[in-house]
T-cell receptor
Framework: EAGVAQSPRYKIIEKRQSVAFWCNPISGHATLYWYQQILGQGPKLLIQ????????DSQLPKDRFSAERLKGVDSTLKIQPAKLEDSAVYLCASSLERTFYNEQFFGPGTRLTVL | SQQGEEDPQALSIQEGENATMNCSYKTSINNLQWYRQNSGRGLVHLIL?????REKHSGRLRVTLDTSKKSSSLLITASRAADTASYFCATGKTGANNLFFGTGTRLTVIP
């Protein structure tokens, strides 16, 4: 079974520039998550989709971050404009369904450096 | 803010020894999960324990959960160099459908 795919793996941009990350979840997984992991910390949920609808985006900085999941499969996360503090690894995860006991499968992440 | 806090922040042991990591959390949960993260394989799910369970085993892993103390422990027995990684606890809160990750324990197993 193919895992969660993410691209690019690394991205370096200057502050105030825009950047987009792509995620392809495991086939058949209805729930998709985007996490931000700052160096030395645990992952922090940014947004959760169930199929193509948003379940939770309470921790997404909506003034600069946006995400979409068209057709309930692939998803993109965009930052516009980027700030220095956005430097982090952005992890995408998926799970079978939106349940309380959900094992999440993570992609390799995109390491973003904002200069 | 994040739900869990792991203790210790870093742990260094010799190969073959046991490693114990602890996780404390603040609010009611319905499940607690442990994940491992290393540079080679990213973040990988290890084990899930439900709030009505007290202990669970999976291979060399043993997880305990004490809901009265709002704490969990992960024991890795007969550690191997390949166990070197960061270990995170993640809690599923009652009424929420996502996970809250702790700050992690960095485990180093010395060959």
């Amino acid at each position: 079974e193919a895992g969660v795919a993410q691209s690019p793996r690394y991205k370096i941009i200057e502050k105030r520039q825009s950047v987009a990350f792509w995620c392809n979840p495991i086939s058949g997984h209805a729930t998709l998550y985007w996490y931000q992991q700052i160096l030395g910390q645990g992952p922090k949920l940014l947004i959760q989709f169930q199929n193509n609808g948003v379940v939770d985006d309470s921790q997404l900085p909506k003034d600069r971050f946006s995400a979409e999941r068209l057709k309930g499969v692939d998803s993109t996360l965009k930052i516009q404009p980027a700030k220095l503090e956005d430097s982090a690894v952005y992890l995408c995860a998926s799970s079978l369904e939106r349940t309380f006991y959900n094992e999440q499968f993570f992609g390799p992440g995109t390491r973003l450096t904002v200069l | 803010s994040q739900q869990g806090e792991e203790d210790p922040q870093a742990l260094s042991i010799q190969e073959g020894e046991n490693a114990t990591m602890n996780c404390s959390y603040k609010t009611s949960i319905n499940n607690l999960q442990w994940y491992r993260q290393n540079s080679g394989r990213g973040l990988v799910h290890l084990i899930l324990i439900r709030s009505n369970e007290r202990e669970k085993h999976s291979g060399r892993l043993r997880v305990t959960l004490d809901t009265s103390k709002k704490s969990s422990s992960l024991l890795i027995t007969a550690s191997r160099a390949a166990d070197t990684a960061s270990y995170f606890c993640a809690t599923g809160k009652t009424g929420a459908n996502n996970l809250f990750f702790g700050t992690g324990t960095r485990l180093t197993v010395i060959p």
